[in-house]
């Protein structure tokens, strides 16, 4: 059997999760999970700034990045037992197969060998070892952090979060000319909460009708300020935001079919 057809299901799986991915850009390209808006309480004279989500979009790229990142960790999995699987000669063993990672540096030979890693070659050990698939510094940030991620999956939905990006008060008051003018510089998106609250009068019954506020008395008007989105958590290079981010995941999948085919 040729190196290509032992990998088969690896490569599937990482092409089903870039189908995944596909599928969120695509969500993203039509609406906004998070939106900035500013908020009007037409009854009381209080308006505020404030970001929302849009549960059912959240939802759906929930789901994606979820089947995503189990499918790119699948696929290590699926490689690493390509080559291991030969050398395991109880039920025992075969249970064992599975690519090794190790939340300590310290730990990780040894997680490598109860993986089985050494009984296919020196070689193979040293090859998993050098991809440093360990949660302290000094590992391969990108291939723990998917592992760390695809683990709560399996229990519940993996959820996009607001990034809670940096934007200026002269931006807003362009938008929303009675923005408060004491309030100057660079503010900073909260989740779900109101960041600048300011009073004004009760609207009249005239101001009410002309603006379009709902019966409940609170309108809610867009302003431009995008909201990314971003996986729960950070690297040493910042913010996971989430089409980036697993994209960097495929890539890193990619390159660990790559080390273990070379020793099929």
């Not at 189908?19 to 939106?35: A, M, Q, T, V, Y």
């Not at 404030?50 to 759906?60: L, N």
């Amino acid at each position: 059997m040729s190196s290509n057809d032992i990998f088969k299901s690896a490569r599937l799986k990482i092409d089903r999760a870039s189908e995944h991915i596909s599928d969120i850009n695509e969500i993203l390209k039509e609406k906004r999970p998070f939106r900035y808006i500013v908020e009007t309480d037409a009854k009381v004279g209080r308006r505020a700034t404030m970001a929302v989500k849009d549960a059912s979009v959240v939802d759906a790229l929930s789901v994606r990045s979820g089947d995503a990142i189990h499918n790119l960790r699948s696929a290590l999995d699926h490689a690493y037992g390509a080559v291991v699987s030969r050398v395991a000669t109880t039920d025992r063993e075969r249970r064992a197969i599975q690519f090794p990672f190790s939340e300590k540096a310290s730990r990780l030979e040894e997680s490598c060998r109860n993986r089985l890693a050494h009984k296919v070659s020196p070689e193979f050990l040293a090859a998993i070892l050098d991809l440093k698939p360990h949660g302290e510094p000094g590992g391969n940030e990108m291939l723990y952090f998917m592992h760390a991620l695809d683990v709560p999956d399996k229990h519940a939905h993996l959820v996009p979060t607001a990034y809670h990006v940096k934007f200026s008060a002269e931006r807003l008051r362009e938008q929303i000319p009675d923005f408060p003018a004491e309030i100057s510089g660079d503010l900073t998106m909260s989740d779900n909460g109101r960041d600048v609250v300011w009073a004004v009068k009760p609207f009249t019954l005239h101001e009410w009708l002309i603006s379009g506020v709902p019966r409940n008395g609170i309108l809610k008007q867009e302003v431009n300020i995008p909201v990314d989105v971003c996986f729960q958590g950070r690297t040493q290079s910042g913010a996971m935001l989430t089409v980036p981010t697993l994209n960097r995941f495929v890539d890193v999948a990619n390159n660990v079919v790559r080390v273990i085919s070379r020793f099929a």
